[in-house]
């Protein structure tokens, strides 16, 4: 129980955070301007062109029909390998993305940043929903992957890679124009707050699972 509250504790802390921030982009945007201006000309500098070709790659990733590509295929895989709470908890948390992303947009209705896009993006700025499928999404592979990948040294190197893009798929947005530092930061609390409120009760149906026999140990 206690584990369970210390999740919950987590997740509602990052949620409250990301209503103060959602608060301040709806309502007092100008509050933000110094702070993500500040960080977009940190991150973008002279837009070189190895940076740019890297992060245009990256941003990818991203996008909604390559992360129901291959999410596709890792359930595919999940339910072959018979671990079906894992598959519930990538296409769940898949499907509540777009969900998410859908909704939110529409209620703040945050225009993207002013300056230079170097990729098409159409719609509003906020939240990101690459950072939010960053979040939510590769961040439900890495639970998967820290818990039933055995070997060692290939779980470390999964765990980082991961950890990795997590962390660069948000910033190749801000990199690249189409979004706000404070539109990224606030996918990612939103993503991490509900991974967080998720946990206990994934961790309660993997378990009764396996104890029963419905799933692979």
């Given at each position: 129980?206690?584990?369970?509250?210390?999740?919950?504790?987590?997740?509602?802390?990052?949620?409250?955070?990301?209503?103060?921030?959602?608060?301040?982009?709806?309502?007092?945007?100008?509050?933000?301007?110094?702070?993500?201006?500040?960080?977009?000309?940190?991150?973008?500098?002279?837009?070189?062109?190895?940076?740019?070709?890297?992060?245009?790659?990256?941003?990818?990733?991203?996008?909604?029909?390559?992360?129901?590509?291959?999410?596709?295929?890792?359930?595919?895989?999940?339910?072959?390998?018979?671990?079906?709470?894992?598959?519930?908890l990538l296409v769940g948390n898949l499907a509540l993305t777009g969900l998410l992303v859908l909704i939110l947009k529409n209620i703040y209705q945050r225009?993207?940043?002013?300056?230079?896009?170097?990729?098409?993006?159409?719609?509003?700025?906020?939240?990101?929903?690459?950072?939010?499928?960053?979040?939510?999404?590769?961040?439900?592979?890495?639970?998967?992957?820290?818990?039933?990948?055995?070997?060692?040294?290939?779980?470390?190197?999964?765990?980082?890679?991961?950890?990795?893009?997590?962390?660069?798929?948000?910033?190749?947005?801000?990199?690249?124009?189409?979004?706000?530092?404070?539109?990224?930061?606030?996918?990612?609390?939103?993503?991490?707050?509900?991974?967080?409120?998720?946990?206990?009760?994934?961790?309660?149906?993997?378990?009764?699972?396996?104890?029963?026999?419905?799933?692979?140990?």
């Amino acid at each position: 129980m206690q584990n369970k509250q210390s999740y919950w504790t987590r997740g509602s802390f990052c949620l409250l955070l990301f209503v103060i921030l959602g608060y301040t982009v709806r309502f007092y945007p100008q509050n933000l301007v110094a702070f993500d201006s500040g960080i977009q000309t940190a991150v973008r500098g002279d837009l070189p062109t190895a940076l740019t070709t890297f992060f245009t790659s990256l941003t990818k990733i991203g996008n909604m029909p390559v992360i129901m590509g291959w999410v596709a295929m890792a359930t595919i895989f999940l339910l072959w390998k018979r671990y079906y709470s894992e598959a519930i908890l990538l296409v769940g948390n898949l499907a509540l993305t777009g969900l998410l992303v859908l909704i939110l947009k529409n209620i703040y209705q945050r225009p993207r940043p002013g300056i230079e896009h170097l990729v098409a993006e159409k719609g509003f700025s906020f939240p990101s929903g690459h950072a939010l499928a960053a979040s939510l999404v590769i961040g439900s592979v890495l639970i998967i992957v820290s818990q039933n990948v055995q070997a060692g040294w290939l779980r470390r190197f999964l765990q980082g890679s991961l950890i990795l893009l997590i962390l660069a798929l948000p910033l190749s947005r801000v990199y690249l124009g189409v979004h706000y530092p404070s539109d990224v930061i606030g996918s990612l609390l939103l993503g991490f707050g509900i991974l967080y409120l998720e946990f206990p009760a994934y961790q309660r149906l993997r378990f009764r699972w396996r104890f029963t026999g419905k799933q692979a140990r």
